[in-house]
């Protein structure tokens, strides 16, 4: 699988180097940029059986699997049932909620994972339309991406998309909401409770409904790496 990166990067991705080898993995390649999501509205598509199906999916996906208190089998679903490209590093933690139209659009749109991210409890991942989170990303309980939206002024109430990318380093506070379309630059810090409407450019920290710059952070305070060994039961 080679997943799309569906946003477009606002800084360069200086921890890329080698991933046409790692693109096995299902790491997005350090090609050319961007390559967005679908243009067209997004939806479910096919038979009502399909449909059923996809329900079904959805229900086992997040209602059953996302509570298993096991990484390893969390993580197995996601990858071999869903299609998500996630770095074998990555933890997602209890209780997130995956909403998406069916494998074959996750796989078409591309959603991406890296290396040593967190994404913990209760987070909700939007994927219908594309998501690329980069490596070493903190994402706080209950965080909210929404990749998806609706024209207002549209009199079938279309659903439209907003692919996200998240890039490396990049802290979201806790109960912080993403909306559709934003990129996160390398190392940006989202507070507690922000709702973001716009991108945020890198090593920038935003707060606020709607989120504003409130600092920087210094481009010394990424070098981290979040390889601590994912807790149990967790
Ligand atoms: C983003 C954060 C790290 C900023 O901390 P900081 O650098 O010490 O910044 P300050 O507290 O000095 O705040 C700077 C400004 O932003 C405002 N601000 C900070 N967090 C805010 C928030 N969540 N919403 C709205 N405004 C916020 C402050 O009021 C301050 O404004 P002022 O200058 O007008 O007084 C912190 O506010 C935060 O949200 N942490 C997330 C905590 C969390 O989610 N924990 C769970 C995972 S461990």
Redesign the pocket.
């Known amino acids: 699988m080679r997943p799309i990166n569906p946003g477009k990067r606002l800084s360069e991705p200086d921890t890329l180097d080698g991933v046409e080898d790692q693109a096995v993995d299902g790491r997005p390649p350090n090609g050319p940029l961007p390559v967005p999501g679908p243009k067209t509205p997004i939806g479910y598509r096919g038979t009502p059986v399909r449909r059923f199906c996809v329900r079904i999916l959805n229900y086992v996906t997040n209602y059953i699997v996302a509570r298993l208190p096991s990484f390893t089998l969390r993580h197995l679903w996601y990858r071999r049932v869903l299609g998500i490209g996630l770095d074998r590093n990555a933890g997602v933690y209890m209780g997130a909620y995956v909403w998406f139209f069916g494998p074959g659009q996750i796989r078409r749109d591309g959603v991406w994972i890296g290396r040593n991210t967190r994404i913990?409890r209760n987070c909700t991942l939007d994927v219908r339309s594309g998501l690329t989170i980069g490596d070493n990303v903190s994402i706080?309980?209950e965080v909210m991406i929404l990749a998806g939206s609706h024209n207002v002024n549209d009199n079938r109430f279309v659903q439209v998309p907003g692919p996200i990318a998240i890039e490396d380093h990049v802290w979201i506070?806790?109960r912080a909401t993403i909306l559709p379309g934003v990129t996160l630059g390398r190392g940006s810090?989202i507070?507690?409770?922000?709702v973001v409407t716009r991108d945020v450019p890198p090593l920038t920290?935003v707060?606020?409904v709607p989120a504003r710059p409130?600092?920087t952070r210094d481009p010394g305070a990424t070098e981290y790496t979040l390889d601590e060994p994912l807790p149990l039961f967790e």
Do not use: F, K, L
């Open positions: 913990n706080s309980p506070g806790a810090v507070a507690a409770a922000s920290v707060a606020g409130v600092g």
